[in-house]
């Protein structure tokens, strides 16, 4: 009985382990295919966290302004950067969304 | 013929014009405004322009400044009696600032003193979603609301989950008409949680001449990612006297969308109360303890155009009153230079 167990438990342990295993061999194939993204699609996404990052960081006093050329948004978004205190990150993917 | 302060500011301005980055542009933003105010059974009008010009140049340098331009318009004798208008304006701020990376920029100048969040960030005419000021605006921002100095400011700590931002700034004393300040020095710390989208924080100022005030406030912005709805509130404490204030939006953008006619709608509340303490000659707080409630509608039209009503209850000893508002803003951004939105 003690060996049915024993073995039943080095079964589920075995399985456990290979799951987590897989687990970790995924996470490195997602990030592949991101860095293996073509420029359209990273512009994509970083607008589309520029478009989040608006609504976290300036969306709590002001709507979006509207039609701005690009030249005019990184004047906007270096003022906020200023008066909102943006991290240069924030500045980079804010002016993705205003001007892409 | 211009004053001197005026000159140099036009001065500045053009200098920074000319070095101005080619990839970027300076432009001029700000709002126009037309507001109608019953209070007490008093009526007068106030048109004003609040322009913003904003001058990039290289990679790290910005020249920023507001200026206001106020008709004050009312009745000699409060109700009745003929129209008679006041002219004001002033420059609300206008300083220099060089990012040097994302903890920190340093700002020197004239810029608005960052106590709490309603003078720096909600005060303008075209951001503001009720007309009046709170009670405890005066609180922490002696003497004009703008400070003369230095400043630095930046976030300290960027995590994935929450942001610690900081101010701190000192002004000298100043007494030119539009460059008006007092000694002083303060600062702010605010921590942002990004996914709960909340920020708290807090505000300290010295007042450093005459009676050498502490000021200091605490403050809460929350928009709750589960309805489109804005929380903001202050509470701020000085010997003079001190208040808090809770401001409520709702903007109906989850019926038929944002753009629709009812989800350009927004109804605003808010709850404010100031206990008087021992105050200063020149404080610009209520005179005895108040207590307001507002509640207000505001429309958002197309082409930044922007309709803000209220109506408020004030309670004082000194006089209970109803407060009648009617704005409507137009927020506007142009180029400073020809050609500069290609």
Redesign the interface.
């Known amino acids: 009985m003690n060996v049915r167990l024993a073995s039943r438990l080095a079964l589920v342990t075995l399985f456990l382990v290979s799951l987590g295993a897989t687990a970790k061999n995924s996470a490195p194939q997602q990030q592949t295919k991101v860095s293996k993204s073509s420029p359209a699609q990273t512009a994509t996404t970083e607008s589309e966290e520029g478009e989040k990052r608006f609504e976290?960081q300036c969306?709590?006093?002001?709507?979006p302004?509207?039609d701005?050329?690009p030249?005019?948004a990184?004047?906007?978004v270096?003022?906020m950067?200023?008066?909102?205190?943006?991290?240069?990150?924030d500045e980079r993917l804010i002016l993705k969304y205003l001007a892409p | 013929m211009f004053p001197r302060s005026l000159c140099t500011l036009l001065l500045s301005l053009s200098a920074a014009l000319v070095i101005s980055a080619q990839s970027s542009t300076p432009i001029i933003s700000g709002g126009v405004q037309y507001l109608s105010t019953t209070s007490g059974g008093t009526t007068f009008f106030q048109p004003t322009i609040s322009p913003v010009v904003t001058i990039p140049f290289g990679d790290h340098w910005l020249i920023e400044s507001r200026g206001t331009f106020d008709e004050f318009i009312s009745r000699e004798d409060g109700a009745t009696g003929p129209f008679h208008s006041l002219t004001l304006s002033s420059v609300d701020y206008l300083q220099l600032d060089y990012v040097a990376n994302s903890h920190l920029t340093i700002v020197v100048g004239d810029f608005l003193t960052p106590f709490n969040i309603y003078n720096e960030r909600i005060a303008p005419i075209w951001i503001h979603n009720l007309s009046d000021a709170p009670l405890i605006a005066g609180i922490g921002t002696r003497t004009s609301g703008s400070s003369e100095g230095g400043m630095l400011r930046g976030v300290a700590v960027s995590r994935k989950n929450w942001q610690l931002n900081y101010v701190a700034y000192f002004s000298a004393l100043v007494t030119a008409r539009q460059f008006n300040a007092g000694r002083s020095t303060g600062g702010r710390v605010g921590t942002f949680i990004p996914g709960k989208r909340l920020e708290l924080g807090v505000s300290y100022q010295r007042f450093l001449q005459d009676q050498h005030l502490n000021s200091w406030g605490t403050y809460l912005v929350w928009q709750p990612s589960s309805a489109p709805l804005d929380l903001r509130a202050e509470y701020a404490h000085t010997r003079g006297g001190q208040g808090y204030w809770i401001e409520g939006a709702y903007r109906f953008s989850r019926f038929r969308g944002a753009d629709s006619w009812l989800g350009r709608l927004q109804a605003i509340g808010r709850v404010q109360q100031f206990y008087l303490g021992t105050p200063a000659p020149d404080d610009v707080n209520p005179g005895a303890d108040t207590q307001r409630v507002d509640f207000g509608l505001n429309y958002y039209l197309p082409h930044n155009l922007r309709l803000n009503t209220s109506y408020g209850r004030q309670f004082t000893s000194l006089g209970n009153s109803n407060i009648w508002n009617f704005q409507i803003t137009y927020r506007f951004l142009f180029p400073l230079l020809p050609g500069g939105s290609k």
């Open positions: 976290r969306g709590r006093c002001h709507v302004p509207e701005l050329s030249r005019e990184k004047a906007v270096r003022q950067r200023v008066r909102a205190n943006l991290t240069a990150e």
